[in-house]
């Protein structure tokens, strides 16, 4: 069973000001050493302050945000509701609660190339440590994405490795994201355009390789043998929630897992268990002795946790 390694603090090495810009590049150095070291690192999404503050408490080393998941949380069906400044301004109060690196979802960039530079320049600037960047249209989150040519992906991660170095962080991680094989018909075929994809997002300057659509070990396995960087894919979803675990993916030495939808799935089981069991007699005292809430200390520490971070304003 995979168990993180105790939380790393970055603070007092973050939120230096260069220009009038936020620069964090030491908290991009740390995540950028993480992922290309053993164990796996073990990535939780979150959607909130709150369930960052969670994560970092539970000993995880870095948060990832969910795109979908704060959608969810904003109480968007689907993702593409969610807009940039939404986005954008949640991952600023996500990095200012806790003091572990955070990678943001840059989701396609939101828009052209000025659009792009736009997106990597804020999100340096609300001290996000790395950003996911896809090759992905943006649609429903359950439907197959459209995928953009190769070439304009490639665009993409050299224009925005070089707004990243011109904003002052040179280590900004760039997890290239590829929908190649998420979104093909034939699976043999969409993993073979996935490993090209990602082998070619690497050589323009992505840090990290995620491939989405991932639902066999087998995948997996073919991916970390023939991309030619570090491997990341995401766990928990619909189509490989029941193919393999976390440690099956540490086991294979990926650099990288993310669990996109853990942490509002089982918050909304959470929430929608403690209503149910409210309904009958409304009896708090008996619901917390059932384990359905959590204690008042707990749940008071969990909100202290991460206070004082140095991403604060």
């Known amino acids: ?99 572990v690196p955070v990678m943001a979802d840059g989701e396609d960039g939101f828009g052209n190339a000025a659009k792009l530079a736009q997106t990597v320049r804020e999100f340096i600037h609300v001290g996000a440590a790395g950003l996911n960047l896809e090759d992905g249209v943006l649609n429903a989150w359950d439907t197959p994405r459209a995928i953009i040519p190769v070439e304009r992906m490639v665009e993409k991660i050299r224009l925005a490795r070089k707004i990243a170095i011109a904003a002052g962080n040179s280590d900004f991680v760039i997890n290239a994201r590829t929908d190649a094989l998420a979104s093909a ?35 997996a396995r073919q991916l970390r043998d023939n991309i030619k960087g570090p491997v990341s894919i995401a766990a928990g979803l619909p189509y490989n929630a ?27 089981q959470g929430m929608m268990g403690a209503l149910d069991a409210l309904k009958p007699k409304g009896d708090m005292a008996a619901m917390q002795n059932a384990g359905l809430l959590a204690s008042f200390p707990d749940f008071a520490e969990a909100l202290r946790g991460g206070e004082g971070g140095s991403h604060a304003n």
């Open 242 to 268: 029941q193919a393999f675990t976390v440690a099956d993916l540490s086991n294979l030495g990926l650099a990288r897992v993310s669990l996109p939808l853990l942490l509002i799935l089982g918050a909304t």
């Open 185 to 219: 018909s034939d699976k043999e075929h969409g993993l073979f355009e996935a490993i090209e994809r990602s082998n070619c997002a690497l050589a323009a300057g992505a840090d990290l390789a995620f491939v989405t659509g991932v639902a066999s070990l087998d995948q």
């Open 1 to 99: 069973m995979y168990i993180p390694s105790i939380a790393y603090s970055v603070k007092g090495m973050l939120g230096r000001e260069r220009g009038g810009r936020r620069v964090n590049q030491s908290s991009s150095q740390c995540l950028r050493a993480r992922l290309c070291r053993a164990p796996t690192l073990v990535m939780p999404d979150a959607f909130d302050p709150f369930s960052a503050k969670l994560i970092q408490q539970a000993g995880f080393e870095a948060v990832q945000c969910s795109g979908k998941s704060m959608a969810a949380a904003m109480g968007y069906a689907d993702e593409n509701c969610l807009s940039y400044s939404e986005n954008l301004e949640l991952t600023r109060k996500i990095v200012n609660a806790i003091s």
